[in-house]
Each structure stands twice: as structure tokens, then as C-alpha cells.
């Protein structure tokens, strides 16, 4: 694990289809260059944070990473739209503010976020400009709330 990560995030592994395409066998245990593909993703993720839940339906997949928390379906429905409902459904914490937040990538890069908070507030950042690691200005990241807008807390300084 990097030092670059995440506390209170939860990556999670959606693994929860019927595997129709090959032959019954869950396709993330297939090998790729010799590592199977769920480690491949699981290194991935705990490169950004330690905690990861694995959505599985199949009866072994407490024994496909170990130590990781499995959840199943919590809907009837069928698709990979169910297992993103399931996955961060339950935060770590009773303080966590958000109560869902959904990632979603494309080659690498982070693409989109939804996020659900505790108040059921949904907000959807899309990026469509990616820079790893640019330069940042205080002022690119600062806020002023509008007249009247309810403030929750105080900001550190």
C-alpha cells in the first residue's frame, strides 16, 4: 500500500454476475499472465485505500480474497447496476458523511463520481479533463458560500 491512501474509502469489486459466457466459472478468477484477475484489481484498489468489498453471489467467494468483507445482491434484479447498488451501500463508520459513492474509470482515469450523503443528496462530478499531479493554487480550491447558504462546520485553517 502507497502512502497515498485513503482512510474511510471503500473500493469495491463487483463480481456478481452468472458467469454465463464461461461456463459457470467466475471470470475473475481467470489468470492473466499468470495473476488472476481479481488480484489484479484487488492490488489496484488497495494501492488507493485498505478497505475493499468483494459483490459475489457464488457460495466460495469468502475464500477468493481472504480477509475481505463479501456482500451478495441485495436486489433481485440482474446486472452489474445491482452489485454497484450493493458494493458501497454500508459505510465503515456511523460518522461517514457520505453514505454511497460510486467511481467509475476508463483506462486508468477517473472519469465520474456519485456521491450520496447522508442528507440524500446526490451530486455527480464528471471529469473531462484529467492532470495527474498539476500544479494547484489556492485559489483554484477555494470556496465562499453564497449569502444566506447553511454552512455546516467550521473550516480548518
Known amino acids: 500500500m502507497s502512502g497515498n491512501t485513503h482512510r474511510g474509502v471503500t473500493g469495491a469489486i463487483v463480481a456478481g454476475g452468472a458467469n454465463e459466457r464461461f461456463g459457470g ?22 494501492a ?6 468483494l459483490v459475489a ?13 463479501v456482500c451478495r445482491d441485495v436486489r433481485s434484479e440482474r446486472g452489474s447496476v445491482v452489485g454497484l447498488h ?24 477517473l472519469k465520474r ?9 446526490t451530486a455527480t462530478i ?9 500544479p494547484v493554487t489556492p485559489a483554484e480550491v477555494s470556496f465562499t458560500p453564497p449569502a444566506g447558504a447553511d454552512v455546516i462546520g467550521t473550516p480548518r485553517k
Do not use: C, Y
Open 25 to 46: 466459472e467466475p471470470k475473475g478468477l481467470r489468470r492473466v499472465g499468470g495473476i488472476r484477475i481479481i488480484d489484479r484489481v484487488a492490488s489496484a484498489i488497495r
Open 113 to 121: 463520481m456519485i456521491l450520496e450523503d447522508k442528507l440524500d443528496q
Open 48 to 53: 488507493v485505500t485498505p478497505d475493499i468489498v
Open 126 to 134: 464528471i471529469f473531462d479533463k484529467v492532470e495527474r499531479n498539476g
Open 57 to 69: 453471489n457464488a457460495p466460495d467467494a469468502e475464500q477468493w480474497l481472504g480477509a475481505v468483507k
Open 86 to 109: 450493493t458494493g458501497p451501500q454500508s459505510p465503515n463508520g456511523a460518522q461517514a458523511d457520505f453514505r454511497r459513492a460510486l467511481f467509475g474509470f476508463e483506462h486508468g482515469d
